[in-house]
Structures are given as C-alpha cells and as structure tokens.
C-alpha cells in the first residue's frame, strides 16, 4: 500500500503543449532525422519547420537509411520514416522476403522470432532495428513511422499531429482509457486478469492518474454490455487521456475482446473507420497485442488504420508479430511506470518502457507463463522472447511528438491534529488551482452476471465512477495555496498554467501521525 510520511516534500506532475526551444537544443543530440522518399519531401515542410521551431535540427534525408543514420549517428535524437512497406512472405520456415518495389516504398528491417507453437511465422517486420546503433537488442534512438502511400495520406497525418501538438492541455488529460481482452486461458486465469489489472492499477500507476476501464471479464462489473464495448472505448478515447491503451489478443485487422451470445466482441480497422473518421485527434494509443502494427502488408493494419483517420489516435505503438504474454505483462507494467516519469516526448517514453520491460524479472510470472501458449523448443526461450519483445512492436507516429504528460508541482504536507495541511508552490504562469480527492482502494463485488443491458450499463458506470475525483475546493491564482484535509484518501492538485497542466498527487493514511 502506498503511504506519506509527515513533513512530506510532495513533486507533481507538468504537461507540455509545444516545448520550449531550450528542451531540444540544451543537448547535441538535437538531429530529428526523417527518412523519406523523393515524393514526400515537399509535404514533410510544415512538419520539418514545426520541429525546427522547437529547436531540433530537423534533418530530410533520401539517401538509405543506413548511410543517413550512419552520418548524423553521434547527434540523433529521434528517426522517422516516411513511407510503407510491403513484402510477401515465402513460408513458415523460408526467411526470404519478396519486396514490392513501390516509389512510396521505405524499407524497413526484417527479424528472426523465436517460435513457441505450430503454425507461427518466424520472422517480422521490425523499425526500432534502425534505432538500436549497439545492436544489443534494444533501440537506442526512439524510431517511428508515418506509413504512407500518397502526399494525401500524408498531409492528413501532419495536419492532425500539428493539430494535437497545438490544441493545449486539457483536464481530461489526466484520464486513462484502458480496455483488456480476456486472456483465453480458461475461466479461472480469464477472470484472474482483471484482479491483477487492478492490482497493477493501485500499485504502479500515477496517483494523478484518474484510469476509465473495460474489462472482458463477463463476472465483473467493468465488463458492461459486452456489444457496448467497441464504440464506449471508442467515445472515451476521443474524450481524453494523455495514453490509451489496449490488452490482449489480436490480429492485423483488429484486437480480441470477448465471445459473448456465440458473437466475438472486437475493435476492428471497420470499428476505427465508423467512428473516428471525424473529430478532433485522440491521444496516442498503445495495442499490446499481437501483429495488429505489422503494417507491410498490401492492406492496413489497425495501427496504419488509426493513425490515418483525423479522429483516431495521433499514434499508435503495437506489435508486428506474436508477442508473448510473459513480455506484454512487463510491459504494461512499465507502461504504467513511466507514466509518472517526466518523459516530454512520445519516444522517450517509449524507449523507457522498452528499456523497463527488458530487465524486468519476476520469477513466478515466468514460472506460470513461460510455457502457457506453447513450448520453447530452445533453453534459452524466455530470455530470447525477451530480447524480441523490444523488436516486434512497431510505433505509427513521430517519436518527437510532446505528451501531455504530467512533469512536476512542488509542495508540503504536514500531518496536525486537524488533519493533513498542504501548500502549493504557485508556478509563475498559474491561473488557479484545484483540489481533488477519492478514496484509495477501490472494490468491487464479484461473481455477476450478465443478463439485463441496461443493469450492465449502470454496472458498468458505477464501477468507473469510483475511480474518479471529488472537487474539494480550489484556489484563485491571488490566493495563497494552502488548506486542510481531514479523510484519508488520494489527494490530488491540479494547477492550471496558460501551455501547462500542473499536478501532484499523494496518499493519505490514516496511521500517519504528527511531529
């Protein structure tokens, strides 16, 4: 259980809109380097310039990419691809790879995966090979792609990124729109799933965090109406969070849910098409699941789907090939870990979660999990898994994208027999501040059924609702920023700047006492 202690220096977190200059240029590695073809390059200009504004020195190249990384290796920052990739694949055992020879075409890197069941392909597609300059297995350098066949195409990702980068910070920023897919691992382990999500919830997420999940847990109150599910998580994506995310199964063409009444509940390239062909872009979304980023393919995937649509996610990270759940359950966690650190841009964040995922260790997780889908025919398995887990997920987007993520909010607490008193340092650019609470733990009743649309809805509701803050008060900008809180719970202040968001969050017990 998370706790304070009296005299507590509380830090809290800062969201960015466009950086200043002085983030990317304080440091030589300031080379945000596109790799692109000869078509695209007049259209890359509103990007190319956005970046420079913000202090990179944004750098096109057509040359192959292993020259123009091989020329500003000492200075890169971030790598972009602009362009897709096609390829036919020879067989199940055959690594030779036929490439469709395009003027859009921008190669990508193919890799050899273990294999742990009959039938898996061995090998995939893989960007972040571009950006491991050490070659131990892990990217050095943050690498995306903008997967695109047109300047049309093109021109709708950049108006939508310039878009999102401009649009400011917003409360709902700190919301965090979370659906898992059951784990096909019989009942015991599929309902399982859902105890542990919550469990890493409490544990590893951001204080400040306020989560909204879909579970496909059929005896849970988060499940809902499982036909809800597509367009629900659809509507709250759009309606805010600095991260979505997504947990389970999938496929290419969609993510896996749920069977229920013998119809399998889904989010499909058809679902993103249905309901973000419109709107302002969403945040950046995370698939971890299985081959739903492998965009070398004739048709798109989710990912190169979302990505293209002006409402769906301004990115989207996901996997090329199969992923293991071992890695993926790593890599959730990480997940949940950086987003309390003070990452500003998309692929600082994502090259931390790699780097996370890649040395974490939990030894029982792999005793239950090493063999669950299959078996490793080689001894090294685990550790090899591990190594591709880093390889396989692909991120649609530009890794110099700004997050709105939270940075850091300075204060005190002090435990009196009033209850728990609290300061905030005002920052300079602050137009007030809120005072939020909710209740720590958060329970659920077990064992329902789904039998009534609308009691699952109302389910449903309730249980999301007591993940959320209740407004305690809050403070004009020519107020001092003090106050007392006297019940236990999660406290939560949120500082409004002109381009920022400001939080901080902290834990309070009751065993706490006062100096």
Known sequence: MKQCRANVRITLGVMVVLLPASLAAGTDKNVWLVLTRDMFVDALEPLRTHRQQQGFQAVISTAAPADAIATHKSRLRYILLVGDEQKTYAGPTDPNIEIIKAAWRMPSCYYQIICWHNGEKDCFVSDAVWGDLDGDGVMDIPVGRLPVRTTEQLQVIIDKILLYE?????????????????????????RFTTTLLLENLEALAPEWCQPWVISANDTHALCGWPFDQPELFAQ????????????????????????????????????????????????????????????????????????????????????????????????????????????????????????????????????????IEGQFKEPEGIEKVRSDHQLVYNLLGDPAMPLYLPGRLHGRIDRTAEGWRWQVNKPADADGLLVDWREQEVHFSPGLKLTDPSDARRQLRQANARFAFERLGQCAADEEWTGCVNKPGVLRFVAIGKDRLYTAAIVLTPDIKAD
């Not at 401009?166 to 382990?189: E, N, Q």
């Not at 290419?252 to 229920?260: E, G, I, L, Q």
């Not at 090329?320 to 071992?326: D, W, Y």
Request: charged letters at 20%; hydrophobic letters at 40%; a negative charge.
């Open 166 to 190: 401009c649009r400011g910070p917003r409360l709902s920023d700190l919301m965090f729109p979370l659906w898992t897919g059951k784990a096909r691992y019989g009942d015991i382990i599929d």
């Open 236 to 371: 709250k994506v759009q309606e805010g969070g600095a991260l979505c995310a997504f947990m389970g199964h999938g496929w290419r063409d969609h993510v896996y849910s749920m069977t229920f009444e013998d119809t399998s509940i889904s989010f499909s390239t058809d679902h993103a098409r249905q309901y973000w062909a419109k709107g302002d872009p969403a945040s950046p979304w995370m698939l971890i699941a299985c081959y739903s980023g492998n965009f070398a393919a004739a048709e798109d995937c989710l990912a190169e789907t979302v990505l293209k649509l002006p409402g769906g996610p301004v990115a989207a990270i996901a996997g090329s090939g199969e992923t293991h759940p071992l890695t993926n359950l790593y890599c959730g966690q990480a997940l949940l870990r950086q987003m309390n650190q003070e990452h500003r841009r998309l692929g600082d964040l994502w090259r931390a979660v790699q780097r996370q995922t890649a040395q974490t260790r939990i030894p029982l997780a792999e005793l239950l999990l090493e063999q």
